[in-house]
């Protein structure tokens, strides 16, 4: 699948075929769907349903297999692309120098960060809370519901 540097970057390079070719069977799909509101896109072209897919054989079906079809052949071509290519390879060569943390030492740091969050939305509560009672209820003289 890769003819650039077979064997380079393979797992950088399979994650991002697989992650842009579910974005194109998302598109195709989105397509299929948007293209039932006409009756050309439902015209049955064999008159049953396929023996495996168990669904008519539509041309909004075959537009749709068109549309994933070229996107997958443009995810290659551009995984083969060499500037591309060698930014995939040169991510997972950087990629497996990091030093990771262990599992102790990021179950601390979320901790931290999630400690962190809770101080900050109950700061941005009170502080609303307070700004809403200064501006409705001394200022404005009115109630908290700003009549």
């Known amino acids: 699948m890769f003819k650039y540097k077979p064997g380079e970057g393979v797992i950088a390079r399979g994650a ?3 992650t842009l070719a579910g974005f194109a069977f998302l598109a195709a799909r989105r397509y299929f769907l948007w293209s039932q509101r006409w009756d050309f896109s439902q015209k049955d072209l064999l008159g049953s349903d396929l023996p495996v897919l168990g669904f008519a054989l539509t041309p909004g079906f075959l537009i749709s297999l068109a549309i994933f079809v ?17 930014l995939l390879i040169d ?5 497996k120098k990091v030093t990771w943390p262990s599992f102790d030492e990021a179950r601390k740091a979320s901790l931290v960060v999630i400690a962190c969050v809770v101080v900050m939305v109950v ?6 809370v307070g700004l809403e009672k200064v501006f409705f209820g001394w200022i404005y003289g009115g109630g908290t519901d700003g009549r």
């Open 70 to 86: 070229l996107c997958a052949y443009g995810i290659v071509r551009l995984l083969n692309f060499p500037k591309f290519a060698d």
């Open 16 to 18: 991002t075929f697989w």
């Open 123 to 128: 700061f941005l509560t009170l502080a609303d």
């Open 91 to 95: 991510t997972e060569l950087e990629m």
